[in-house]
Structure formats: structure tokens, C-alpha cells
């Protein structure tokens, strides 16, 4: 294991001090010590991770110094584009240290949207022409390796980061005034819903906790598209749905899904039929992966989704305010709901017990269903 404190300085005195990326799970006890120690200037929580490569471009492009840009395996797809199209030796030659948070490692149990992601990451790196260290206990050796590749070559390096590889952090979360959790928060809704309505839910404990409420309540599961991976894209599944059905179609979205492909929401506003019905639970916090802060709380939510073309956006911060709101979300077309709530969930939170393909077949039967 490495010692999490000696990693980071290890880094600064390679003179890696500035730092963009997207938390991921196995990232998050060297991304909590990054959130401690580095000056806010030097530290961005970005959006997506292409967001972060571009940042990382630009630091280069202003200093000729490298950035280290983290992620999860599964954000490389937001990546590509820019590390193949702007700092690629092909194009601009931008040289960045790449942390990946390795989910899906081939022989390790994982959850299945991570499994195939991790079997192609390596050879995902080979075709970019990346090259990737797995991160060792000889993290020194590791570093040095990639520093001066990175600086010799002026290209992106990766360092390939393995399950359990850093020491205990522990970040301090942020708190907030609000005393509603998300679970109630989803009980009250789903207790609201019709038995012809389907909800498209949010990766991460959204998910999961939606599948739990509906085992409390002895419901059965084919209302629900439990999105598992594909961060960001909640609102795209949903309004596929939503158009091609007569159903209402709820969207249970998150602020960190929601940042990080904002512009599908406007394409929603100016596509959507009457059916598609959008709510927003919004904590601050990419709680699924560690608890890292996202913008949510610092942003203006009900000016920016009215100016994506919502007509009405309704925020409310306890079950009777969404009690008394709710209606007007069903009964109305373009009207956003904005449930603002604290971090945190149940210690004893389980996850779905049906696969994707189950999850997926079984709400194909339900919208077809006459």
C-alpha cells in the first residue's frame, strides 16, 4: 500500500503541483489529500474529463508546466477526443500526467458496467498511443518513469491505479443546511407515481436506492431504467424513452450527472413531448465516488435550466415541499423539479439483485405491454 501523503509530495517535488480530473471510488483517498492540501487555484473538480484534459492543455499552454488530470477507466470516453485531437505529438504535442482509477481489472469481481471498460483499458491506451505504468509500491520509480517520458516526449503518460492502492483519507465532507436525505426524498416520489409511469434513474446510489424503495414497497421493478454507467447521460436515456412512448417518463437526475453533459438538457427542452418529466436531486457532492464537491450548491440551477428552455423550475428542500409541488410537475409540460438535499446514505445500502440485461427487457415488456 502506499502511503497516500507521500504519493502527493512525491509528485510536488516532480514538480506536479496543479491537478484537474472527475473522483472516481478508487481514486478517492489521493483525490481527498489533493482537496486538502492543494491551493484551490491549483485544484479543479471538472465537469467531465474532457473538461480536465482541455484544462490540463491550456495550464501546459500558459506555463510549460504539466498538469496531472484523474479520472475513473470509464471517463476515457470522455477523453479521447482531446488527447487525440489536442494533445496528441500528432497535433499540439501537450504533455499531462494521466491518473486512471482502473475499474474492471481483468480477474477482479466489479460491478458489470465496469467489467468490459477495464478488460480494453490497456489496449484503449496501446491504440492512442499512450503509454500506461501500473502503479506499484515503488511509486517513486512509477513517478519518475512517467515524469520523464511526459517531459522527453511531450505526450501524455498514464499511470494505471489498481484497487486499494493508497492509504486511509479521510476528507471532510461539506456540509449544508438541509436536513432531507435522498432516499426520503425518492420514497416521496415514487409513492407519488402511477403504476403506468417509469422512472429513468441516475448512476451511483441514486439507483440503487430507487431499486430498494421498490423492494420496501413490495413493487415490482419494470417501471425502472437503473443506469448503471454512462455518467451524464440520465436525461438522453430518458427523453429517448419519453419520445417513442405514451408514458410518463420521470428522469431522477444528479447534479454531478447533470454538469457533466449540461447541453443534452437544452436539447431535451426543445424535443420533449408532454411526458417527460425532470427532477434534479442535488447534495453538492459526487457522493457515489468519496464525497469530492461538484458545483451543484454554487450554481444559480433554476436560471440556468430556465435559460436551457424549462418554463418552470420548483425548488424545494423537504418531502412536504415536494408534497406540495409535485403536481405541478405532473401536470405540466417543461416544468423541473429541484430537490436539494444533504449528503449521505445508509450504511447498509445494497444494490440491485437484477443484471442490466434483466433491468433493461423487463421495462421493454412494460412500455409494450397493451
Known amino acids: 500500500m502506499i502511503p497516500t501523503k507521500s504519493f502527493y509530495n512525491y509528485l510536488i517535488n516532480n514538480k506536479i503541483d496543479t491537478f484537474f480530473g472527475v473522483p ?3 481514486l478517492k483517498e489521493i483525490c481527498a489529500y489533493i482537496t486538502i492540501n492543494t491551493p484551490k487555484e491549483k485544484h479543479i473538480i471538472t465537469a467531465n474529463e474532457g473538461n480536465a484534459i482541455a484544462l490540463a492543455a491550456g495550464k501546459y499552454i500558459a506555463t510549460g ?7 475513473q477507466n470509464s471517463g476515457l470516453g470522455n477523453a479521447v477526443n482531446p488527447l487525440i485531437s489536442l494533445a496528441d505529438e500528432a497535433v499540439y504535442k501537450i504533455p499531462m500526467l494521466l491518473m486512471i482509477g482502473w475499474r474492471g481489472e481483468p480477474g477482479k469481481k466489479d460491478e458489470p458496467q465496469h467489467v468490459k471498460q477495464g478488460s480494453i483499458t490497456r489496449e484503449l491506451l496501446d491504440t492512442m498511443g499512450i503509454k500506461y505504468i501500473i502503479l506499484s509500491d515503488n511509486y ?3 513517478i519518475s518513469e512517467a515524469v520523464d517520458y511526459m517531459n522527453k516526449e511531450s505526450k501524455p503518460v498514464a499511470l494505471l491505479v489498481k484497487k486499494g492502492m493508497f492509504s486511509s ?3 471532510e465532507k461539506e456540509t449544508n443546511d438541509f436536513d432531507l436525505t435522498r432516499e426520503d426524498a425518492l420514497e416521496s416520489i415514487i409513492t407519488k407515481l402511477d403504476h403506468n409511469d417509469i422512472i429513468v434513474s441516475t448512476t451511483g446510489k441514486t439507483s440503487r436506492e430507487v431499486f ?6 413490495n413493487q415490482s421493478h419494470e417501471n ?3 443506469t448503471v454507467g454512462s455518467m451524464g447521460h440520465t436525461s438522453s436515456i430518458a427523453m429517448g424513452i419519453s419520445l417513442y412512448t405514451d408514458k410518463n417518463v420521470y428522469c431522477i437526475d444528479g447534479d454531478g450527472s447533470m454538469l457533466m453533459h449540461l447541453g443534452s438538457l437544452g436539447v431535451a427542452a426543445k424535443n420533449v413531448k408532454e411526458n417527460f418529466k425532470y427532477i434534479l436531486i442535488n ?10 464537491p461538484t458545483i451543484g450548491f454554487e450554481l444559480d440551477i433554476s436560471s440556468i435550466l430556465g435559460g436551457l428552455g424549462f418554463d418552470k423550475v420548483i425548488q424545494v428542500d423537504s418531502v412536504n415541499q415536494i408534497n406540495d409541488n409535485f403536481c405541478q410537475l405532473q401536470d405540466n409540460k417543461l416544468t423541473a423539479l429541484v430537490i436539494n438535499t444533504k449528503q449521505g446514505s445508509r450504511s447498509d445500502l445494497g444494490r440491485p439483485t437484477k443484471t442490466p440485461q ?5 421495462l421493454m415488456k412494460f412500455i409494450n405491454r397493451k
Open 24 to 26: 472516481d471510488s478508487l
Open 65 to 71: 508546466n504539466p498538469a496531472m488530470v484523474y479520472m
Open 140 to 142: 517513486e520509480e512509477n
Open 169 to 171: 483519507i479521510e476528507l
Open 212 to 217: 430498494e424503495i421498490r423492494e420496501k414497497h
Open 224 to 226: 425502472d431504467f437503473l
Open 283 to 292: 447534495n453538492g457532492s459526487h457522493e457515489s465516488v468519496g464525497g469530492q
Open 358 to 362: 434483466e433491468n433493461k427487457e423487463a
